[in-house]
């Protein structure tokens, strides 16, 4: 029940997996509010999940916020600089390797989830304050992997299997430790490159770096200060 005497106040855990990620916020992660902090969690699925692992095992938090860059799926809706919010998140190259196909493992029989919802009340949250902001963006499937797709046919393989938009390289993982803690978490992207032959020239990493940490820092003024 709401009080007219007591406003609920949330402390948020503002995560990117590198510093190119960071390197145009303004301050309001560094400190500048008091209802957010910041971390560096490190590239790829291990580095990540041992930093955020860490964190939560010395301080509480009311959520998890993952930040970064992707590519994105040929068809999948979403474009070069495009804004991706994450509804679920999956391991996608936990299998056998057949080509350009992944191949999954029997993972009833490992007694393993490889697929994490995140939908749930801060995503939500988070949505509002995006439309409040008028910043446009994709909703749906994120896939995080190994290795990077670098043929058309690898990424539509995933795409596909998960019904995806986008892959990353630390998602899912982030997704099952927050849910070991009990943590939401949500994961917002901007697309660095389309998933297909590996050309560095078209890809706009520097770009896509530099939106999502300023969308990130004005979701910390934003978003995080409103309160229940």
């Not at 979403?78 to 998140?89: H, K, P, V």
């Not at 690898?154 to 927050?178: H, P, Q, T, W, Y």
Request: contains cysteine; negative net charge.
């Amino acid at each position: 029940m709401k009080s007219n005497f007591f406003l609920m106040v949330y402390m948020y855990l503002m995560v990117c997996p590198t510093h190119l990620e960071s390197k145009t916020i303004t301050g309001s992660l560094y400190g500048g509010s008091s209802r957010s902090s910041f971390m560096i969690s490190g590239f790829g699925m291990v580095e990540s999940a041992i930093s955020l692992t860490r964190r939560l095992e010395t301080d509480n938090f009311d959520g998890v916020i993952l930040f970064g860059t992707a590519g994105a799926y040929q068809g999948g809706g979403a474009n070069l600089l495009d804004i991706c919010l994450a509804i679920r998140e999956s391991f996608g190259d936990l299998g056998l390797a057949k080509g350009n196909e992944i191949l999954p493992f029997d993972l009833a029989e490992l007694n393993k989830k490889i697929t994490f919802s995140l939908q749930n009340d801060l995503l939500h949250k988070v949505e509002r304050s995006m439309k409040r902001l008028d910043i446009p963006y994709e909703r749906g499937n994120f896939v995080t992997v190994n290795s990077s797709s670098g043929s058309k046919e690898r990424g539509a393989s995933l795409a596909k299997r998960f019904d995806a938009i986008c892959e990353n390289m630390e998602g899912a993982a982030l997704a099952r430790v927050c849910q070991i803690y009990h943590t939401p978490l949500v994961e917002i992207r901007c697309v660095s490159n389309m998933v297909g032959v590996r050309d560095r020239a078209a890809w706009k990493l520097e770009e896509a770096a530099a939106k999502i940490s300023s969308i990130v820092d004005n979701l910390a003024l934003e978003a995080l200060l409103e309160t229940d």
